[in-house]
């Protein structure tokens, strides 16, 4: 049968691609609030910037090598380069165009979720290059794999419904190796190195949890039953990860906090997001509790092994990627959708398997791939910032600017532009997404 103009589902996917676009600068608030003042620009730059590079790139390159003909199941063909003949021709009920700008907004939030791990310290040169070369070498060929119809582990019935393992376990996992190859902020962990507006990050956070909705309800790339249901489950997904983490929080910090808040519903909803097109809503409910609590243990690691992930990218982004892709395998049902697959609860045990062979080969693909980048990087043009610009503050070296230029001395300091030693070791820490 001929592929037929759906405008119904051609007005969702429109509307789906500035809701996931409104996600990276939403990304940029979330990130931004939880530095220092020294350099809240600097850490916005990394989302904005990430807007209109992963975009021409993917309209040059990515979109082809991701979603053109498969060769060999492992990366797509050259037919679609420059976004040749995609004009006037449709993919499945949209416009090709339209659905390629609904990837290409995937393809731009996700190297930007990487910065977390290494905000204050990296060089802006080297994270252009890092973002370029990590987009082509490590996301388009998992997104081929996992989402392209003649990729190796669509044909294994691996489940991702919105980018589980192709957006987060991939960015998450390439952040633990960004910190650990780039290494701490000066003073780690001694030295606090707390944020400087959490309002901001609170902002970010209902930002992300709004544009969420086309992010994974837009992948039913339809306006049918299938976006409804992935609509109610990052819902409710997100609403368990908030619960869970403040749960988990107030019980092993004795205060539930804003950032744990935030925090907990971002992780709510990356643990949701490969498996909200599966599962029922009840099951969203209990895999937005869980993630909130393991999630709330990712981001504990980095107090027991001493790395700097700044942002809990891994915490967050890797911990519940992972978790999020595994338990699809334990939660899905045809039920919900016919064109998935049904899990251990529903009699497939096999499916767990495939999710962890999925999830265990993005995982170390992207960690090997992206401690090779970082070496060339750091080989030629260096990664990280002189460590008197990283005291001054990557605003004004980097950028030239200053995000407060207007504000006092005293301000300036109540907005955690610095601490003295002893001032830091006893300021109050605002969440274990920040505590080091």
């Keep these: 049968m001929e592929p037929k103009l759906d405008t119904g589902d051609t007005a969702w996917l429109l509307v789906s691609c500035a809701l996931v676009l409104l996600m990276t600068p939403a990304l940029a608030l979330f990130y931004g609030g939880m530095v220092r003042r020294k350099n809240v620009l600097s850490t916005i730059m990394h989302s904005m910037v990430a807007i209109p590079v992963m975009s021409v790139l993917w309209a040059l390159i990515g979109y082809s090598l991701a979603f053109g003909t498969s060769q060999g199941g492992f990366i797509g063909s050259l037919e679609f ?10 993919s499945g009920t949209v416009p090709t165009l339209v659905f390629v700008a609904f990837q290409m907004m995937f393809a731009v939030i996700t190297p930007a979720l990487i910065s977390g791990a290494f905000a204050e310290r990296m060089k802006f040169g080297a ?6 070369l990590w987009s082509m070498l490590v996301y388009v060929p998992v997104a081929h794999w996992v989402w392209n119809p ?23 996992a390439s952040a633990l190796v960004c910190a650990l190859v780039i290494g701490a902020r000066d ?9 400087h507006n959490l309002t901001m990050t609170m902002t970010g956070a209902g930002i992300l949890w709004f544009g969420w909705f086309g992010f994974n309800a837009g992948s039913a790339l339809t ?8 609509f109610m489950a990052t819902h409710l997904g997100a609403a368990g990860g908030a619960i869970g983490w403040v ?14 808040c935030a925090s907990g519903l971002v992780a709510g909803l990356v643990a949701i997001t490969p498996a909200a097109g599966f599962v029922t809503p009840m099951a969203s409910i209990v895999i937005g509790l869980l993630a909130g609590v393991v ?4 981001v504990l690691l980095k107090e ?31 039920a919900v959708n016919e064109a998935g697959q049904d899990g251990l609860l529903y009699g497939n045990p096999g499916q767990l398997k495939i999710q962890f062979i999925a999830v265990a080969v993005s995982v170390l693909y992207s960690v090997v791939l992206t401690y090779v980048i970082l070496k060339i990087i750091d080989a030629t043009i260096g990664l990280r910032v002189d460590r008197n610009d990283e005291i001054e503050g990557l605003d004004s070296t980097i950028h030239g600017e200053e995000g407060y230029a207007m504000a006092s001395t005293a301000l300036g300091e109540s907005m955690g532009a610095g601490y003295t030693d002893e001032e830091a070791a006893h300021a109050p820490v605002a969440a274990p997404a920040v505590a080091e």
């Design 81 to 90: 380069v420059g976004l040749k003949g995609t004009v006037g021709q449709l």
């Design 127 to 132: 994270y252009l290059a890092f973002i370029v």
């Design 150 to 172: 003649g990729g190796w582990l669509f044909k294994m019935s691996a489940l991702d419904f919105a980018g589980g393992t192709v957006v987060h376990a991939t960015a998450g």
């Design 187 to 195: 003073g780690y962990p001694t030295k606090k190195a707390l944020p």
């Design 223 to 230: 306006s049918g039953q299938l976006a409804g249901v992935a």
């Design 247 to 260: 749960i988990a929080e107030t019980l092993h910090r004795g205060k539930a906090t804003a950032l744990g």
């Design 295 to 298: 999630c709330y243990g990712g």
């Design 304 to 334: 027991k092994f001493h790395y700097d992930d700044s942002l809990d990218a891994f915490g967050v982004h890797g911990v519940g990627g992972v978790f999020g892709a595994l338990i699809t395998g334990v939660f899905a049902t045809k």
